[in-house]
């Protein structure tokens, strides 16, 4: 699993550009296909980047989907490459 996580290494490291308050995991994953929808890239992925920080915080176990909808939302918006993901997705 590790191995699979290290490939989803961005191009660039991503530091969330809108600061998201909230503790709600659920209401954050909510709020981040929102702003998808509307192609609002930093304001969904700063929830997710959110999401991602209280999941690790209060050591709550997540699912593969959970650990992989922030590289996928970091995919969508541009920070990967096209030709170095094609092969897995």
């Not at 593969?64 to 920070?79: D, E, H, T």
Request: charged share 20%.
């Amino acid at each position: 699993m590790e191995q699979i996580l290290s490939l989803l290494q961005p191009n660039q490291r991503y530091t969330p550009s809108v600061k998201i308050h909230g503790e709600d995991i659920a209401e954050l994953n909510r709020q981040a296909t929102t702003y998808k929808d509307k192609k609002n890239w930093d304001s969904a992925l700063s929830c997710l980047y959110r999401a991602r920080e209280v999941a690790l915080r209060q050591s709550e176990a997540q699912t593969v989907a959970q650990l992989l909808r922030l590289p996928l939302f970091l995919q969508q918006a541009g920070y990967f490459e096209g030709p170095n993901m094609s092969w897995y997705i």
